[in-house]
């Protein structure tokens, strides 16, 4: 007769308990076993269904790191294009804001006969204050009014209110028109990319273009990486721009060795 080693039958004393315990706690729990489906009935001890719903549960190292790859991948995919549509849309917005403009200084002209007088610089923000309740003749021109809502300047005969004498309103400026107050240059006109600087030029001889006649040299407006740019031949009509009045500023991807703009007539 053979008699079983110590450890064996240890093992079969625990295999036993376990056993017991589990038909105990089948016993015990009857309408969780009836609930559950099929999978969990047929498996072979709890201790088994322990682990893997342990397993199931969470990532390997390895899974993680497929999915942060993942991740990686689509948003660099993502990213170009959304950046791309918003730069076009802002690039839509900002030609919008240029004819809008330019039918304020039309509804000028057809008021007073000729077109307003703008700073030397031909720069919307040209000798603008940062203030509320100073002069910004561009504004102020085409508002009727200074940004507090005061009488615009009659100090010279090129002063807004000496040109808008009837200090009639021509366009109605809105908040989002300006740089923040509490930006490093608070309260001036910028366009949907924040840019301050913002060429505007008019057809001074009323021939019905813009061309040298009108303005010798085209001015000059700040790339965003501050490089001064202007529009060279290739950039405007042979014959000038068929229009009473133009805009442009520098294209968010303008740099001094690359100069781009947007043109109000492009
Ligand atoms: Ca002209």
């Known amino acids: 007769m053979k008699i079983a080693a110590p450890q064996t039958v240890g093992a079969a004393l625990r295999r036993d308990l376990s ?36 397993g199931e549960g969470g990532f390997t190292l390895l899974e993680l790191l497929a999915v942060v790859a993942i991740v990686g991948i689509l948003a660099s995919l993502i990213f170009p294009s959304v950046s791309a549509a918003r730069k ?7 030609k919008v804001q240029f004819s809008q403009w330019a039918g304020a200084i039309e509804s ?32 102020d021109l085409l508002a009727g009014k200074r940004r507090d809502g005061s009488a615009p300047s009659t100090a010279s005969a090129t002063a807004a209110g000496s040109q808008n004498r009837k200090r009639l309103a021509f366009y109605a400026f809105a908040d989002g028109d300006f740089t923040p107050t509490d930006s490093a240059y608070p309260n001036l006109i910028r366009d949907a990319f924040d840019n301050l600087s913002i060429a505007v030029l ?22 965003p990486d ?41």
């Not at 729990?29 to 072979?44: D, E, I, M, R, Y």
């Not at 076009?88 to 900002?94: F, G, H, I, P, Q």
């Not at 009108?214 to 700040?222: E, L, T």
């Not at 520098?250 to 043109?263: G, K, L, V, W, Y």
């Open 108 to 139: 000028f002209r057809s008021e007073y006969g000729y077109y307003p007088n703008f700073d030397a610089t031909n720069l919307v923000n040209g000798g603008a204050s940062t203030t509320l309740s100073g002069d910004h003749l561009f504004h």
């Open 202 to 223: 008019v057809d001074r001889n009323l021939d019905g273009k813009i061309d040298a006649d009108d303005y010798a040299n085209w001015p000059a407006v700040a790339a």
């Open 19 to 54: 056993v017991a315990s589990n038909s105990s706690r089948h016993k015990a729990a009857p309408t969780t076993l009836a609930a559950s489906p099929s999978p969990v009935l047929g498996a072979p001890s709890g201790a088994c269904q322990s682990r893997r719903s342990f």
């Open 88 to 94: 076009s849309a802002n690039r839509t917005k900002t």
């Open 226 to 266: 501050g490089a001064s740019i202007r529009p060279t031949a290739t950039d405007i009509p042979a014959n000038g721009v068929r229009a009473g009045v133009v805009f442009y500023c520098a294209d968010p991807n303008a740099t001094a060795s690359d100069p781009q703009f947007i043109f109000s007539w492009k």
